[in-house]
């Protein structure tokens, strides 16, 4: 091959790993290895890494800096040997991980999304499950319910390409499931949907004359199936059962045949088994002439279409479960208006780059995210927060893409586009949370991964106890069959998926991100709660709360005062210049110039405003002047910093007013604290502001446990302190400084306003910045575990009661194979039930 076909051939393989690439210089195979490289910060770092790598025998690498990424190329071992005066172990992918690391950097594992065709039962997804986690590098977790696994494994000890060649060995298919392939999937779904009805429809047409031979046993003259009494000749029973068995139920075949292929056995085995069996029972009967043996065509005929009818009703339901992701894709708009050289021109919205200036009109959806820059109007979150009140929004406000733009015309620039915009991170964290698996569902997995072969062997013993109990080959066999078509693993494997995929749905519609199933079971079970003080339970934004006037003699209204104290404060950044600022412009008030002016750091400002020399600051800094203590005392006492205004003059000066800023408690904060302790969570406020202010907060919070003065080390140390009581502990902040006791915190929640490191160190965001949210995921919490705890008390009742009342002979195979056929549709539709879950204000 010459070297042009070879690096065409190297070009189509997987960007991560390329293997049997044409090696430099013609030395013959090698692998290719592309990882990404975490921790560098300099050209040094890099050349560090290439200097490492290229020490080990066999290895070309370069390293780009930029990209952060490695491209390794290794030769096969021959050529290394042949290259090298000493023969040295030749590297391996491990070997070059095992250096970046052993360099002071790392390689950070990869997520795949990986969309599974062929699954039938959790037997099945815990064949995958097993047979991935074998892998080197490779975590996986399979979700039966959305048909989905989530893979994390390292770059070069795996890759995407013997990911999915591992799933094909496991007698299954699996594709990468990108928007792309999604849509495929949904497409190709309901295709087999529509062909398994075409099936059913015929299956249920030849079987309607084979169930008349069942009227006998509802007459009360053969319950047990011990004999018949043919109502249609045996030719025409074999007729009718034989497309039934073998072209209706192909599919079960194909699944059977591929499991055991693949070293497993899942619920199609059992219903192949059973059916086979009385079909073939049945056939040799009719064949050989034997009139005085019963025949089971009817049982092996209505088995194959009561299982297919349930598989059909399962993926009716399943489907359901997803539509929360679906709903919200949807939402997402198909075109824009941009304006382009002067001109407004619709465009694809998957075009737009950040920067871009785009046109909403009233009525209109967001296509991306942007900032106002000019026109006001009211927009319709609900999308995002489950608030059905529009909120207002004016220039340099934030629009997000498929909320609706309710009245006047915005003209925005575009700041988040594509898989960046908030939606597109609301259906990523919803599908990954919906696809992660909790830790409820452990049991569930180790029984279905030993249930199919248990069950054979039931059946195996029911067969050989009654054989030889009864003597009866006959009665044997039916019980036998019974045993194996009323076993199903599928309602073990759905319990928990379902209810999880509902659940967290259900959360995104009402502005509940919740990361993973982990968090989703553990939230139902907080019985401490530590809330931070700034963003949390107050708005975040220091305002002004009460203004003063002082002297009597001076003609000075709430106005004016706010006319001198922005005059003195205009240009400054500090958070109680900018609380006044924004008080003075609310009440209209202009700012005047300044002149002279002096800054006291930490104390407050002087100037000369419209003729008089003022200061503001703190009444420490007025010591000269006289202050009203008690009036100021009393305001600090209710959490509030107070500011003075006073007028300077060789006398020592006057106070005019007094200005008393505070960060505000949120208007939900003292409801939502009382429904947490409804709910049985002890509420303790961790904040690093002074005791006074937290003790005066959390008073008109309804907190009764305060830590204050606490260093953001501190907060992570008093989470910690609080679980080894043994108490599942939660954490609720906002702030950089959270972080560390976010992630400290068995389960921990993140404003949506907050700052990017506290949501991405928490297991919940609360899109709406309310502490009601908090109370909601409890409640949807205990609301999705009750569901996973019914269906798991159905799915194990239903095999504990209907395995052995098939053994013992008391089950037809027929009502068995419909018992079976409904065990997981009821499951699914259980979880269903959450659906008419709401936030409690709204129920």
Same mark, same amino acid.
């Given at each position: 091959?010459?070297? !042009?076909?070879?690096?065409?051939?190297?070009?189509?393989?997987?960007?991560?790993?390329?293997?049997?690439?044409?090696?430099?210089?013609?030395?013959?195979?090698?692998?290719?290895?592309?990882?990404?490289?975490?921790?560098?910060?300099?050209?040094?770092?890099?050349?560090?890494?290439?200097?490492?790598?290229?020490?080990?025998?066999?290895?070309?690498?370069?390293?780009?800096?930029?990209?952060?990424?490695?491209?390794?190329?290794?030769?096969?071992?021959?050529?290394?040997?042949?290259?090298?005066?000493?023969?040295?172990? %030749?590297?391996?992918?491990?070997? !070059?991980?095992?250096?970046?690391?052993?360099?002071?950097?790392?390689?950070?594992?990869?997520?795949?999304?990986?969309?599974?065709?062929?699954?039938?039962?959790?037997?099945?997804?815990?064949?995958?499950?097993?047979?991935?986690?074998?892998?080197?590098?490779?975590?996986?977790?399979?979700?039966?319910?959305?048909?989905?696994?989530?893979?994390?494994? =390292?770059?070069?000890?795996?890759?995407?390409?013997?990911?999915?060649?591992?799933?094909?060995?496991?007698?299954?298919?699996?594709?990468?499931?990108?928007?792309?392939?999604?849509?495929?999937?949904?497409?190709?779904?309901?295709?087999?949907?529509?062909?398994?009805?075409?099936?059913?429809?015929? =299956?249920?047409?030849?079987?309607? %004359?084979?169930?008349?031979?069942?009227?006998?046993?509802?007459?009360?003259?053969?319950?047990?199936?011990?004999?018949?009494?043919?109502?249609?000749?045996?030719?025409?029973?074999?007729?009718?059962? $034989?497309?039934?068995?073998?072209?209706?139920?192909?599919?079960?075949?194909?699944?059977?045949?591929?499991?055991?292929?693949?070293?497993?056995?899942? *619920?199609?085995?059992?219903?192949?088994?059973?059916?086979?069996?009385?079909?073939?029972?049945?056939?040799?009967?009719?064949?050989?002439?034997?009139?005085?043996?019963?025949?089971?065509?009817?049982?092996?005929?209505?088995?194959?279409?009561?299982?297919?009818?349930?598989?059909?009703?399962?993926?009716?339901?399943?489907?359901?479960? $997803?539509?929360?992701?679906?709903?919200?894709?949807?939402?997402?708009?198909?075109?824009?208006?941009?304006?382009?050289?002067?001109?407004?021109?619709?465009?694809?919205?998957?075009?737009?780059?950040?920067?871009?200036?785009?046109?909403?009109?009233?009525?209109?959806?967001?296509?991306?995210?942007?900032?106002? &820059?000019?026109?006001?109007?009211?927009?319709?979150?609900?999308?995002?927060?489950?608030?059905?009140?529009?909120?207002?929004?004016?220039?340099?406000?934030?629009?997000?893409?498929?909320?609706?733009?309710?009245?006047?015309?915005?003209?925005?620039?575009?700041?988040?586009?594509?898989?960046?915009?908030?939606?597109?991170?609301?259906?990523?964290?919803?599908?990954?949370?919906?696809?992660?698996?909790?830790?409820?569902?452990?049991?569930?997995?180790?029984?279905?991964?030993?249930?199919?072969?248990?069950?054979?062997?039931?059946?195996?013993?029911?067969?050989?106890?009654?054989?030889?109990?009864?003597?009866?080959?006959?009665?044997?066999?039916?019980?036998?069959?019974?045993?194996?078509?009323?076993?199903? %693993?599928?309602?073990?494997?759905?319990?928990?998926?379902?209810?999880?995929?509902?659940?967290?749905?259900?959360?995104?519609?009402?502005?509940?991100?919740?990361?993973?199933?982990?968090?989703?079971?553990?939230?139902?079970?907080?019985?401490?709660?530590?809330?931070?003080?700034?963003?949390?339970?107050?708005?975040?934004?220091?305002?002004?709360?009460?203004?003063?006037?002082?002297?009597?003699?001076?003609?000075?209204?709430?106005?004016?005062?706010?006319?001198?104290?922005?005059?003195?404060?205009?240009?400054?950044?500090?958070?109680?210049?900018?609380?006044?600022?924004?008080?003075?412009?609310?009440?209209?008030?202009?700012?005047?110039?300044?002149?002279?002016?002096?800054?006291?750091?930490?104390?407050? !400002?002087?100037?000369?405003?419209?003729?008089?020399?003022?200061?503001?600051?703190? %009444?420490?800094?007025?010591?000269?002047?006289?202050?009203?203590?008690?009036?100021?005392?009393?305001?600090?006492?209710?959490?509030?910093?107070?500011?003075?205004?006073?007028?300077?003059?060789?006398?020592?000066?006057?106070?005019?007013? &007094?200005?008393?800023?505070?960060?505000?408690?949120?208007?939900?904060?003292?409801?939502?604290?009382?429904?947490?302790?409804?709910?049985?969570?002890?509420?303790? *406020?961790?904040?690093?502001?002074?005791?006074?202010?937290?003790?005066?907060?959390?008073?008109?919070?309804?907190?009764?446990?305060?830590? =204050?003065?606490?260093?953001?080390?501190?907060?992570?140390?008093?989470?910690?302190?609080?679980?080894?009581?043994?108490?599942?502990?939660?954490?609720?902040?906002?702030?950089?400084?959270?972080?560390?006791?976010?992630?400290?915190?068995?389960?921990?929640?993140?404003?949506?306003?907050?700052?990017?490191?506290? !949501?991405?160190?928490?297991?919940?965001?609360?899109?709406?910045?309310?502490?009601?949210?908090?109370?909601?995921?409890?409640?949807?919490?205990?609301?999705? &575990?009750?569901?996973?705890?019914?269906?798991?008390?159905?799915?194990?009742?239903?095999?504990?009661?209907?395995?052995?009342?098939?053994? &013992?002979?008391?089950?037809?195979?027929?009502?068995?194979?419909?018992?079976?056929?409904?065990?997981?549709?009821?499951?699914?539709?259980?979880?269903?039930?959450?659906?008419?879950?709401?936030?409690?204000?709204?129920?």
């Amino acid at each position: 091959m010459n070297d !042009v076909s070879m690096m065409k051939k190297e070009e189509n393989l997987p960007e991560n790993q390329r293997k049997h690439a044409q090696a430099p210089g013609g030395a013959g195979a090698a692998v290719v290895l592309d990882l990404p490289i975490a921790g560098m910060t300099c050209a040094a770092c890099a050349a560090r890494i290439e200097k490492v790598l290229n020490r080990l025998p066999g290895v070309e690498a370069t390293v780009n800096l930029a990209s952060e990424r490695a491209r390794v190329v290794m030769t096969s071992p021959e050529a290394a040997s042949a290259n090298s005066a000493t023969p040295a172990t %030749p590297a391996t992918p491990a070997r !070059v991980v095992a250096a970046i690391e052993k360099a002071g950097f790392s390689v950070p594992p990869q997520m795949l999304d990986v969309s599974i065709e062929g699954m039938t039962c959790a037997a099945c997804a815990a064949r995958i499950e097993k047979v991935l986690n074998r892998l080197p590098g490779v975590e996986a977790t399979v979700n039966l319910a959305s048909e989905h696994a989530r893979v994390r494994y =390292a770059p070069g000890l795996a890759d995407a390409e013997g990911i999915l060649a591992a799933i094909g060995r496991a007698g299954f298919r699996g594709r990468i499931a990108d928007d792309q392939a999604r849509e495929a999937d949904k497409a190709r779904k309901a295709a087999q949907y529509r062909a398994d009805l075409r099936r059913f429809w015929m =299956a249920a047409l030849l079987t309607l %004359p084979l169930a008349a031979q069942m009227v006998t046993m509802f007459n009360g003259l053969d319950f047990s199936g011990h004999s018949h009494h043919d109502l249609l000749p045996r030719g025409w029973q074999l007729a009718l059962a $034989t497309p039934v068995q073998f072209w209706i139920g192909r599919r079960f075949y194909d699944s059977a045949w591929k499991a055991l292929r693949g070293g497993g056995a899942n *619920m199609d085995v059992l219903v192949v088994l059973g059916t086979s069996a009385a079909y073939f029972f049945s056939l040799i009967v009719t064949l050989g002439g034997f009139h005085d043996l019963p025949v089971y065509f009817e049982a092996s005929a209505s088995v194959m279409t009561l299982v297919l009818l349930g598989k059909l009703l399962e993926a009716r339901a399943k489907a359901r479960t $997803t539509a929360a992701i679906e709903a919200l894709a949807r939402l997402q708009p198909k075109t824009a208006r941009v304006e382009r050289d002067g001109r407004i021109l619709e465009v694809d919205a998957a075009q737009l780059i950040p920067g871009d200036v785009f046109i909403v009109r009233p009525g209109e959806s967001v296509p991306v995210d942007g900032e106002i &820059l000019e026109g006001a109007s009211s927009v319709d979150e609900a999308m995002l927060t489950g608030e059905s009140l529009p909120v207002a929004k004016h220039p340099g406000d934030k629009v997000f893409a498929a909320t609706v733009n309710a009245e006047g015309m915005l003209r925005c620039r575009a700041t988040g586009v594509g898989e960046h915009t908030l939606l597109a991170g609301i259906i990523r964290l919803v599908d990954a949370a919906q696809g992660s698996k909790a830790p409820v569902q452990r049991l569930a997995d180790r029984i279905s991964a030993v249930f199919v072969p248990v069950v054979c062997g039931v059946a195996l013993l029911t067969f050989i106890g009654w054989w030889g109990y009864g003597g009866i080959f006959s009665v044997a066999l039916v019980n036998a069959v019974a045993v194996l078509v009323i076993a199903c %693993p599928c309602a073990l494997g759905l319990a928990t998926p379902t209810a999880i995929m509902v659940g967290v749905g259900q959360g995104a519609r009402h502005g509940i991100l919740i990361k993973n199933a982990v968090a989703l079971e553990q939230a139902g079970k907080v019985r401490t709660l530590a809330l931070d003080k700034t963003g949390t339970l107050t708005c975040g934004e220091p305002a002004v709360t009460d203004i003063i006037v002082l002297a009597a003699d001076a003609p000075l209204d709430e106005k004016a005062v706010l006319r001198y104290a922005a005059g003195l404060e205009q240009g400054s950044e500090h958070p109680l210049a900018k609380a006044v600022l924004r008080q003075a412009e609310s009440l209209g008030a202009s700012v005047p110039p300044l002149a002279d002016f002096c800054a006291s750091p930490g104390l407050g !400002v002087e100037a000369t405003v419209m003729g008089r020399r003022l200061r503001l600051g703190s %009444p420490d800094w007025l010591a000269g002047v006289p202050l009203p203590t008690e009036r100021i005392a009393a305001l600090q006492n209710e959490g509030k910093t107070v500011t003075v205004l006073a007028e300077v003059s060789a006398n020592g000066g006057r106070a005019l007013a &007094l200005l008393a800023i505070a960060d505000p408690l949120r208007e939900t904060s003292s409801d939502a604290v009382a429904r947490l302790k409804v709910l049985g969570a002890r509420v303790i *406020m961790l904040t690093g502001d002074n005791a006074r202010t937290a003790a005066a907060i959390a008073a008109r919070a309804g907190i009764d446990e305060v830590r =204050a003065g606490v260093s953001p080390a501190g907060k992570s140390d008093a989470i910690t302190a609080l679980r080894e009581n043994g108490r599942l502990v939660a954490m609720v902040g906002d702030g950089i400084n959270d972080a560390p006791a976010l992630a400290a915190a068995d389960v921990s929640f993140a404003m949506g306003a907050g700052s990017d490191a506290a !949501v991405e160190a928490a297991d919940v965001t609360l899109v709406k910045s309310n502490l009601h949210g908090v109370a909601d995921a409890i409640r949807l919490s205990r609301a999705t &575990l009750g569901k996973i705890r019914q269906n798991l008390f159905f799915a194990f009742i239903y095999n504990i009661l209907g395995i052995p009342l098939a053994a &013992l002979g008391m089950l037809n195979p027929v009502i068995a194979g419909a018992a079976m056929a409904m065990s997981s549709v009821s499951v699914v539709s259980n979880s269903l039930l959450l659906r008419r879950w709401r936030p409690e204000r709204d129920s």
